[in-house]
Nanobody, 125 residues
Framework: QVQLVESGGGLVQPGGSLRLSCAAS????????MGWFRQAPGKEREFVAA????????YHKDSVKGRFTISRDNAKNTVYLQMNSLKPEDTAVYYC??????????????????WGQGTQVTVSS
């Protein structure tokens, strides 16, 4: 079973940038599709982005497309979420997740089998 630990969250002003990291241990990281989700207070957890096993394919939800970029480094067992042009509505706890399913099939929480504990991102002036 893979263990996931997120880092890199914090407080940032609107228009600013953050890079989230998710370090994996155990399991076979390089075989997993990886995803990022977020959950704002009082809202359901929502899918943000996904990446296939070798980084050759990525998917970003429309509201973050052009601002967020998911990437991975299999040599470091780490997946990243670069977030630029942040907006107050991006404020949420961000979670990374691992899936044994094909990248082409993973777009909801139930598609992922392992989760990190989350990292808080707050966008505010």
């Amino acid at each position: 079973q893979v263990q996931l630990v997120e880092s890199g969250g914090g407080l940032v002003q609107p228009g600013g940038s953050l890079r989230l990291s998710c370090a994996a241990s155990g399991g076979t990281f390089s075989t997993y599709a990886m995803g990022w989700f977020r959950q704002a207070p009082g809202k359901e957890r929502e899918f943000v982005a996904a990446i296939d096993w070798n980084g050759g394919n990525t998917y970003h939800k429309d509201s973050v497309k052009g601002r967020f970029t998911i990437s991975r480094d299999n040599a470091k067992n780490t997946v990243y979420l670069q977030m630029n042009s942040l907006k107050p509505e991006d404020t949420a706890v961000y979670y990374c997740a691992a899936a044994t399913k094909s990248f082409w099939l993973v777009r909801t929480s139930s598609d992922f089998h392992s989760w990190g504990q989350g990292t808080q991102v707050t966008v505010s002036s």
